[in-house]
């Protein structure tokens, strides 16, 4: 679309094409942020960033722009003479690169207020991402060094203190230098080489830069970075797409800086008109902030591949999670494998599916039966079961592909793992078997003592007094409580408590021989008593050998058990648990854990507690337990259970 030669600067824009953002005294033009995107006809929610552009009158700033950004379409108003064109700031839109294009009037042009140029410079500066000079001439000439170096030293004096607050709010560990805009000099030549060579030299053309800026002491250390584009152009037309392709790959790295909702440029600038408004005094310094978070890049890395987040700062109050460019580099330590049903998926719906031990639909128990037969369960919320580990025992097929896709997410510092905890299996295993045994042991506890100390009274010798008539240890008197074992003494047949019967000697008179038996204190004192054994007295005692032998076994089977059993627990624990070895206190109350004492862990936070400070249940399915399990009482409060 060309521009009629009649065209009024002062006329609104058709589609398509630039406008007047700050005129030539520098007035903000564009009155609010819905004005200003229906100017740009852009998304308010795509993410922008921005490009400025300056050079010499003539040198074809606004042509560079039309040809590069925008097919050659006359978006920019261009002159076939050498008088400037562009008074002030004027904006366009590409859509295709997500970039706001700002061209401005040439430096040799109408305006010869000096603070005022200052002043307009510092206010472009301030929201461009990308700087462009454009210069077209046989050499490099001193005014383009010594405008852009004094550029970054007016640049630096204006903003440091600022700058300097940002990073340290934002936690950025990056230079004041490298949050500033990236310097890009497009050099167009007709008949000399192009610096560096010609620019087959990689890094040559910017190593020359750098030398030439530090010779004319004006180094340009506001600017993150300088590259060099040179075109040699013997026979017109010029040759846009070197300036092309260094524009996109700037525009697309997010090392510092970040795209940023439209909104936030015309906001800066709002802040910028404001600020610079008159007379510019040297000794001035920030005092209001016009640097949004939103420009810079999230400081946060992948903790497994430590790959940087793309978003720009501040971007999780807006509900936008981290993201990065790439896909992650897996860290087995940080679970951050997930599995997302396949069939939702080629539907067009994410749904993570987690391994479980028991099915949703499945009480504990039953859940555990079909988990002992068909192994893990993958469930999906909107599928139902997907798929059973055992299901068919031979020929299983692997979930991943078949039923589910597998994919490596980042894994963010402030978050839970990207998945849910995968390697619970075996915690939830241990926990559903310590279900069931407790609740055998709550039912039975009764009955068993009663037909243990039955079956006790049936098989021990006449001379014992029966386990229903000992209510209190026959040495210190203590009350026997209701799950304390008692003892018999094998020479008196009285019953005792561990500590007043744990002496050991033969005693072949009651037929216990020649190997020592337990004893009571005043047996032991009194000593051995040798006598002949009665058949009688000998045959009594067979059958309560034959239970001590079996008791003796399986007290045996279970002291070799507890051993492994440790090193069970310890591989079963989840990866967020806190190890046994390292509680020594409840994490709530800090009460010191005792050899007598369990220690329990939080399913939510992985804390060791005490029993009373961890008698909360719920589901915790973050961390992939779907049932009701123990968390502590801080836990369940933030739940809503108590």
Known sequence: MSQLTSWDPLSEPEEGRSFLLLDEEETLQVQSVTDFLVKLDCNPQHPVKVLCIFGNTGDGKSHTLNETFFGGLEVFRTSPTQDSCTVGVWAAYDPSLSLIVLDTEGLLGATDKQNQRLRLLLKVLAVSDLVVYRTRAERLHNDMFQFLGQASSAYLRFFTPELKALSSRCGLEVTLSSLGPALLIFHETSRTDLLGQGGKVPGKAENELHKRFHELGNPPEAFSSIRYVGVKTVTPPTDFSGLLEAVRKQVMDTSTRSSRPPGHVFSALQSLSERFSGDIPEDQISVTSFFPDEYFT????????????????????????????????????????????????????????????????????????????????????????????????????????????????????????????????????????????????????????????????????????????????????????????????????????????????????????????????????????????????????????????????????????????GFVKDAARPSYWVSDSEITNCHSCKKLFTPNMSRHHCRACGQGFCEPCSNCRRPVPSRGWHHPVRVCASCGKKNGDL
């Open 298 to 565: 999230c400081s946060m890395r992948c903790l497994s591949c430590r790959a940087r987040c793309k978003n720009g700062m501040n971007h999780l109050k807006d509900g936008i999670p981290h993201e990065a460019e790439g896909l992650c580099q897996y860290a087995h330590q940080y679970c951050n494998k997930v599995y997302i049903c396949k069939r939702c998926y080629e539907g067009g719906r994410e749904v993570i599916v987690v391994p479980q031990t028991v099915a949703s639909k499945d009480n504990r128990l039953v859940g555990l039966a079909k988990y002992a037969w068909a192994g893990y369960v993958l469930e999906c919320r909107v599928c139902g079961i997907i798929f059973r580990s055992r299901q068919y025992w031979y020929g299983n097929r692997d979930p991943d592909g078949s039923v589910v896709r597998q994919e490596v997410r980042h894994v963010w510092s402030e978050q839970e793992s990207s998945s849910t905890d995968q390697h619970n299996a075996a915690q939830r295993v241990l926990d559903e078997v310590n279900a069931v045994i407790q609740t055998v042991n709550d039912y039975s506890a009764g009955p068993t003592r009663a037909v243990a100390s039955w079956l006790t009274d049936q098989v021990a010798p006449p001379y014992w007094r029966p386990n229903a008539q000992i209510m209190e240890c026959h040495g210190c008197r203590k009350p026997f409580v209701a799950a304390e074992r008692k003892h018999h003494c094998r020479a008196c047949g009285e019953g005792f408590c561990h500590s007043c019967c744990s002496r050991t000697m033969p005693v072949p008179e009651r037929g216990w021989g020649p190997s020592p038996v337990r004893v009571c204190e005043k047996c032991h004192s009194n000593g051995k008593k040798k006598g002949a054994v009665a058949d009688d007295v000998g045959r009594s005692l067979l059958p309560r050998m034959v239970t001590e032998v079996a008791q003796s076994s399986v007290d045996k089977v279970s002291s070799i058990l507890e051993y492994p059993l």
